[in-house]
């Protein structure tokens, strides 16, 4: 008899990654139309949803016109060429472009002014503030300025990655007109200048404070970068760079110079996008294509500002009226400043869901085993870390006590590489043994361990976590830590660490599942086994929680479990490449994804497995990136309470929520998810900050 199964090769199966990108940057923007949210956050949507798409094109776009330039005729899962998706993803970008430039204008711009804060221009003040700020042009931002002719005798200026610039048109006294190129000095001066109040301002109030834009200023008083010539117009403008370049790590005797090479070589990248003001002249538009060798595709007209993830500006002032409302982060009172998180640990394992949960008491971890006598080293994996960094302050502390202290730092982390460095030299400088990462490989896993001397010998005190050791984005992402002194899991964590600072090269892990190694064979076999218990039992179900989802093997393997039957709930908050809902193929796969206050970016994995619950957290996402190319970390949940109260309550929450979930339909769309009729909307994560850790139960 023929085989009559789904041919899971067949393209039309599979999403597309960048255009479902687009569509997660797209609930970015919706977030930013949401009302429901304080202003000034929907001001930081705009801004976050301007960010993304600058990345976007440096690296995704970028690698899509190094394809075609390349000749690439291989297409992803879902069949597209990478032509096809380059004009896929401007057909999706232009309405959505005018849909950011709507929301700024029209909506956030007017609210704004009610507000208070007035985004004007320099045309609508008064003739005393036009004075005030020219005399802060002559005396603060002109001797920066460098004017660039573009003429026979001059060549195109070069313009860097994510540059600000104004193309300047200016007449000369024979009536010839001469293109000039300004570079608008970002670097050193805040893009927003706030406009000083010269006496009574009509239609204002006394407490209103408004901005001009830095290139505003630039433009208005650009006759004093052209004597003799009369300035006839001032065009902003943003050049994109491809920024994903390839370090050639088997080449390079040194890892961090070969690094600090490329973040040079970024500032030059080939260009990808130019941004225009919507009212430069056709003839500008055309030399700027020319003259950095794009096609007219990649030139994108606006009536907003470019580079609107500048407006981020706008969240420092002082206006809590307009912002969410601040909240506390609970602490586990056994954990809590002061007390002995060490006898804790030793109590039973301990897991804290972020930012609804401080963070402090993994800074109060380190701080603890800094200041221990007992504690002979620390071991740690260092992503992105940020500034100010209170886990770096903690390991020179343990340094300065003696302590040894060993730090994986990865200096690959895109756009914080420059970050990474100070933190390595400043770490070396120290004492601390410093690894760069692995050459081919990018260190994601979240670990430390502290070993500890103590009267039955020496304990592993182990913290593994699904996000960054940095205190600040721990207020703003969803990430879960898990403390734990279990001897399997140290023994397993040990092992990574020599293998991540030796020769150690380890095959097989007991407890933790490591990519490139075990995991994705761990994830997979956990599949299998669930439709094999399904095919027997009927009783399969399978929770999968994550950031993306496109590793094309996965994909197959949640379809071949869904055609058994298994029941199958994705949360994937950005990418998912999988189609769910098709009949015979995904029928029993259901995919949501939640946008809101703070970024997704807890991973976890549930199986059923017949009532004998598996649930694995850790740092990996389903992508071919993370399992075969980066060093990864998916370790179980033993203790029974913490794994009851992942699966019987915080899993639960999450998929209830029917305030900021979207649901994703087997055509790639999104519908928001709605309360059954006479319910209240749910927000999960409001619920997560006002129960103030009270889903741990009695454990707590």
């Not at 009574?200 to 010539?229: H, Q």
Request: hydrophobic share 40%; aromatic share 8%.
């Amino acid at each position: 008899m023929a085989d009559t199964s789904p041919d899971l090769s067949d393209p039309s199966l599979y999403i597309n990654r960048e255009l479902s990108w687009l569509a997660f940057n797209r609930h970015v923007l919706d977030e930013a139309n949401d009302e429901s949210h304080p202003l000034l956050e929907r001001v930081k949507f705009l801004a976050i949803f301007a960010g993304n798409l600058d990345e976007f094109f440096m690296i995704r776009v970028a690698g899509l016109e190094r394809q075609m330039a390349a000749g690439v005729l291989e297409a992803p899962p879902d069949g597209m060429t990478p032509s096809r998706q380059m004009d896929a993803i401007r057909a999706s970008l232009l309405p959505t472009l005018r849909e950011q430039a709507s929301c700024w204008k029209e909506d956030l711009l007017p609210k704004l002014a009610a507000a208070g804060i007035r985004i004007t221009t320099v045309a609508d003040l008064t003739e005393d503030e036009k004075m005030v700020l020219r005399a802060k042009f002559v005396e603060e931002i002109f001797p920066v300025l460098t004017p660039l002719a573009f003429d026979p005798s001059h060549p195109f200026p070069f313009i860097s990655n994510l540059s600000l610039n104004l193309a300047i048109i200016v007449r000369d006294r024979n009536g010839r007109e001469f293109f000039a190129r300004v570079k608008v000095p970002t670097k050193f001066f805040s893009r927003m200048i706030p406009v000083p109040r010269s006496g009574p301002v009509n239609g204002t109030s006394p407490g209103e404070i408004r901005f001009v834009f830095l290139e505003e200023i630039i433009g208005a008083n650009a006759d004093l970068l052209f004597p003799g010539l009369a300035v006839v117009a001032a065009y902003p403008f943003r050049i994109t760079r491809d920024a994903d370049l390839e370090i050639e790590e088997d080449e390079a005797s040194d890892l961090l110079t070969a690094v600090e090479q490329v973040m040079e070589q970024r500032r030059t990248g080939t260009p990808v996008r130019i941004e225009v003001d919507d009212r430069m002249p056709e003839a500008i538009c055309q030399t700027l294509e020319q003259q950095l060798h794009i096609a007219p595709s990649m030139l994108y007209r606006s009536d907003t500002p470019p580079g609107l993830a500048d407006i981020m500006q706008l969240l420092s002032l002082d206006r809590p009226d307009l912002k969410d409302a601040p909240f506390i982060p609970s602490v586990p009172a056994e954990i809590a400043d002061g007390r002995d998180i060490f006898a804790a640990i030793r109590k039973h394992d301990i897991c804290l869901f972020h930012p609804y949960e401080s963070f402090s008491p993994v800074i109060g971890f380190l701080r603890q085993a800094a200041n221990d006598p007992d504690v002979l080293a620390i071991k740690i994996t260092l992503y992105r870390v940020g500034t100010n960094s209170p886990v770096v302050a903690a390991l020179l502390e343990a340094r300065e006590n003696g302590k040894a202290v060993a730090a994986v730092i990865e200096l690959k982390a895109r756009f914080d590489e420059e970050n990474n460095i100070g933190w390595a030299n400043k770490l070396e400088q120290a004492g601390v043994h410093v690894v760069y990462g692995i050459v081919g490989l990018k260190v994601h896993a979240k670990a430390c361990m502290v070993v500890r001397r103590e009267k039955n010998g020496i304990r592993r005190y182990i913290h593994l976590g699904t996000g960054n050791y940095n205190a600040a984005s721990a207020r703003i992402y969803t990430d879960f830590g898990f403390f734990t002194c279990d001897p399997g899991i140290g023994a397993d964590v040990a092992d990574l660490f020599n293998f991540l600072t030796g020769y150690a090269r380890i095959e097989e892990y007991k407890t933790l599942a490591v990519a490139p190694v075990t995991l994705r064979r761990a994830v997979l076999s956990g599949i299998q086994r669930e439709t094999e218990r399904h095919i027997s039992h009927g009783d399969g179900h399978i929770i999968f929680k994550m950031n993306a989802l496109v590793d094309r093997e996965c994909i197959g393997a949640l379809y071949r479990a869904s055609q058994a039957g298994v029941k199958v709930d994705l949360q994937v908050r950005g990418i998912c490449c999988l189609r769910p809902g098709l009949p015979g193929i995904s029928d029993t796969i259901r995919v949501n994804t939640i946008v809101g206050r703070f970024l997704e970016h807890a991973r976890l994995y549930y199986f059923h497995n017949g009532g004998k619950e598996e649930v694995l957290l850790g740092s990996a996402d389903l992508m071919p990136r993370n399992l075969d190319r980066r060093v990864e970390i998916l370790f179980p949940v033993r203790d029974t309470a913490i794994r009851a109260m992942l699966a019987g309550t915080v899993i639960p929450r999450l998929f209830s929520d029917t305030r900021k979930m979207r649901v994703l339909s087997g055509d790639g769309t999104y519908r928001h998810a709605r309360p059954e009729q006479g319910r209240e909307p749910f927000d999960a994560q409001s619920w997560f900050v006002t129960s103030r850790g009270s889903w741990h139960g009695g454990r707590r």
